[in-house]
């Protein structure tokens, strides 16, 4: 999959549009689906995710096979009003000096308008379903010219009760058309659709994006919640030359802490969905020329910028899950270019970044909280820094005669120091930062009891079961302990971290009717009648053939109960 928008058979006009816009290099989808529409005739379904890019990728064909008639052309369904004026917004912006009329048409606008739109002005109509069966009852369109016709968002048209609209909508339309069907998900419904209506068709689902942390230094640093902008703030200043991302989880919070960092006189930017695309556009622009250094952004905003000289990425709060914590920290082909990715955590927090470490394979160190004796000693000797260049390259002559009329009546200390707090307040000053809470919560790791639906009827023994989960989860077999093997099921213990990998892991495997794993739940009375039919690995001189299990004694990590056996009081059963 190529990685510029040069090779993607795009015209000049179009990459100098894309260059505009800030465009860098394609997403995943436009890589696969722009030469897909250029260079062939072929109807396409798409499962892809809302923010990844495909207005463009559907937009930026359209704008290069289609000449502006206005007579419609194409047809771009959406399931709602918002998601129509984004669209027509992004394909207008997309297309330079073309002037194809791309029109959004939803409830609320009077028909009127609606009309004169129609009839002057629509190369590319981007609407929602029932507005158009208003205007095909009405006769006022015609849709049996159609080139393409593009249904976005499929399912959420589907759950919001446009199935049948969509249905009626087909028949209308010509059969020499070109269809595109874009769905996250694809209900039966959908496909049915697909289906009756679009003959031959290519199905594609784009394989995730390979992602990796592993070139950043990562590390955390402890915070009591209403500490965290102290703690932010101390970790830019500590880093002069800080030129980062600052994630927050939702819009709010990022409008919290920006106002807050204003009231500090950092110059930031507030980067979330509710931003216009044309002042996103300028944002990310002055961010890629480092007018702004801090940015302060939500996941989905911050998806597409990739930014090379970047020397942070800040987890102001944790992502939900790891997938977006490597969305947030790593990239892919950043050949040599590193940053360092550092979360504030909370003091609940310690369980969810050992979880994640785990999960990206990664070993997300501790990092203390610049101390403020540090953070201004860090400060000042930029300052001396900046101060000697200057002294170096002695393009300072027009001040001289005024530093000596003021070395006439005062001491030169004296008057660097006001001159000091005149220029920077004060910024180099102990006082301009608060006192921080030390936390230091160590993770005791606890034991979790775990129920695997697979058993020795499905031809598991110990060692079979250990391998196949550390396997599928990364979790070492090693750090499995105390595993008993039943006919149709078995149980295993680990540390609640590894549990919670092992349960996610396995959550994501969507053909099981109900989850592999899940936490054994506790129950004496049958665990009592069963007793515990358990080898040790240790005394049954390992996982042999004959063993219904293995345990680990208690030269594990942790004091696993399965050292003692016959001392157990928890018993589970599922
Ligand atoms: P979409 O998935 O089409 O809703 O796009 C989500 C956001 O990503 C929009 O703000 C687009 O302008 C932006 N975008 C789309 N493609 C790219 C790209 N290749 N580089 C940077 N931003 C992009």
């Avoid at 919001?160 to 609209?165: S, Y």
């Avoid at 679009?198 to 919640?225: A, L, P």
């Avoid at 110059?267 to 944002?283: C, M, N, P, S, Y």
């Amino acid at each position: 999959m190529t990685n510029i928008f040069k090779d993607l058979w795009l015209t000049d006009k179009t990459l100098s549009a894309l260059e505009k816009k800030w465009f860098e290099k394609p997403s995943p989808i436009q890589s696969e689906i722009i030469p897909l529409l250029l260079l062939n005739k072929k109807n396409i379904i798409w499962q892809a995710e809302t923010w990844t890019g495909k207005t463009a990728a559907f937009g930026l064909p359209l704008i290069e096979r289609l000449t502006p008639s206005k007579t419609i052309q194409a047809l771009i369904l959406v399931p709602t009003r918002e998601l129509a004026v984004q669209v027509a917004e992004e394909i207008n912006s997309l297309q330079s000096q073309k002037w194809l009329g791309v029109v959004p048409i939803y409830w609320g606008q009077s028909y009127t308008i609606q009309n004169n739109l129609l009839r002057r002005w629509a190369d590319i109509l981007v609407w929602t379903p029932g507005r158009v069966m208003d205007h095909m009852k009405k006769g006022t369109i015609k849709l049996d010219k159609i080139s393409y016709f593009i249904l976005d968002e499929a399912d959420e048209m589907l759950n919001m009760g446009f199935i049948e609209d969509i249905k009626t909508i087909f028949t209308q339309t010509n059969k020499d058309k070109r269809v595109l069907l874009f769905s996250a998900t694809m209900p039966r419904e959908i496909l049915s659709v697909v289906k009756k209506y679009m003959w031959e068709y290519d199905h594609i689902s784009i394989k995730k994006e390979q992602m990796t942390t592993t070139q950043t230094e990562q590390t955390y640093v402890q915070v009591n919640d209403r500490d965290r902008v102290e703690a932010l703030c101390r970790i830019m200043d500590h880093q002069p030359d800080f030129y980062g991302i600052v994630f927050c989880k939702t819009k709010a919070d990022v409008d919290f802490l920006s106002a807050k960092l204003e009231d500090r006189w950092y110059f930031v930017q507030a980067l979330h969905g509710d931003i216009k695309q044309k002042q996103r556009e300028t944002i990310l622009k002055w961010f890629k020329q480092q007018k702004i250094k801090i940015l302060i952004a939500t996941d989905v905003a911050a998806r597409w910028i990739d930014v090379n000289d970047m020397t942070h990425v800040v987890n102001y709060w944790l992502p939900q899950d790891s997938e977006k914590y490597i969305h947030r920290v790593g990239r892919t082909g950043r050949a040599g270019k590193t940053w360092k990715a550092i979360s504030i955590i909370g003091p609940n927090d310690l369980k969810k970044i050992l979880y994640i470490g785990k999960i990206t394979k990664t070993d997300i160190k501790k990092m203390e909280i610049p101390e403020i004796e540090n953070v201004i000693e860090n400060k000042q000797n930029k300052l001396m820094t900046n101060i000697k260049w200057v002294i170096e390259k002695g393009s300072f002559s027009k001040y001289l005669s005024f530093a000596n009329k003021l070395l006439e009546d005062n001491k030169a200390e004296e008057i660097i120091a006001a001159m000091l707090k005149m220029s920077y307040q004060n910024e180099l000053d102990e006082d301009n930062y608060r006192p921080i809470q030390k936390l230091n919560i160590v993770w005791n790791s606890g034991k979790v009891r775990l129920f695997v639906a697979l058993g020795k009827i499905a031809w598991y023994s110990a060692k079979t079961l250990v391998d196949y989960i550390e396997k599928e989860t990364g979790v070492r077999s090693r750090f499995i302990d105390d595993v008993y093997i039943l006919n149709d099921f078995s149980f295993i213990t680990v540390s609640d971290v590894d549990a919670e990998v092992i349960i996610r892991s396995f959550s994501k495997n969507k053909s099981w009717w109900r989850s592999l794993v899940s936490k054994a739940k506790e129950n004496k009375s049958a665990w009592d009648s069963r007793g515990p039919r358990r080898f040790d690995r240790k005394s049954s001189g390992g996982y042999g053939k004959s063993s219904s299990g293995y345990g680990k004694s208690s030269s594990g990590y942790g004091k696993s109960s399965s050292s003692k056996p016959q001392n157990r009081t928890k018993k589970w059963y599922y």
